[in-house]
């Protein structure tokens, strides 16, 4: 399986915070850096998307009084996980890993800017109301088929390709170009885009 005319590269928050030493490091995040440039040199089209919360932001435990990180609470769009606060809009840990090859990007979609709703999805708010915009974008571009890597996969890169899959694309998570938190969500998230039709591919399989 190589690249496509139609194809999209889709990019999920390889951004400083989601990387080790940052304010909610994924394990072994930096790991997806080096295939996701050779992706990135070769994919016919590349989105990037960037975590963006304003400061105070409904996700935050700091936000909700007594309240830690990684406690779950219910919200008027239902249950939230509480994070650290991460992602800040101008903030160091906002901005993409130095590393990363960012110049081929089409578009970058800033995502969790809603002060009052969460976004792990490329494509929909955790409200499942309000959407980004992306799948009318893609369409009006001629992109058949989405490719996602990047990080968390049990959160915004499972959510991403879901959603996307949902939205009437074909779909594969690149196996090897991404990184989650926790063995059993990952696992989960493996199993829900299984499901869903959702294929599975490694970056050797495209860039040869």
């Not at 609470?73 to 903030?91: F, K, N, R």
């Not at 989960?188 to 885009?193: F, T």
Request: contains cysteine; negative net charge.
């Amino acid at each position: 399986m190589s690249f496509r005319l139609g194809d999209l590269l889709l990019v999920i928050d390889v951004q400083v915070d989601f990387l080790p030493g940052g304010a909610l490091a994924v394990p072994d995040g930096d790991a997806v850096i080096a295939p996701i440039n050779r992706l990135i040199g070769q994919a016919p089209h590349v989105v990037l998307t960037q975590d963006w919360h304003p400061a105070g932001h409904i996700s935050f435990a700091s936000t909700h009084g007594g309240r830690a990180p990684f406690e779950t609470v219910e919200l008027a769009y239902g249950a939230q996980v509480l994070w650290p606060d991460h992602c800040v809009q101008g903030s160091a840990g906002a901005a993409f890993h130095p590393d990363l090859l960012t110049d081929r990007a089409e578009l970058v979609v800033r995502k969790g800017h809603h002060p009052e709703v969460d976004s792990y999805s490329a494509f929909m708010e955790a409200d499942r109301v309000t959407r980004t915009g992306l799948a009318g974008a893609l369409r009006e571009r001629g992109i058949s088929r989405v490719l996602v890597c990047g990080l968390a996969l049990d959160y915004c890169v499972a959510w991403s390709a879901l959603d996307a899959r949902e939205a009437g694309f074909e779909v594969a998570v690149i196996a090897d170009a991404t990184r989650g938190i926790a063995r059993d969500s990952i696992s989960a998230a493996w199993a829900r885009m299984e499901a869903a039709g959702i294929g599975r591919v490694s970056a050797g399989e495209l860039t040869g």
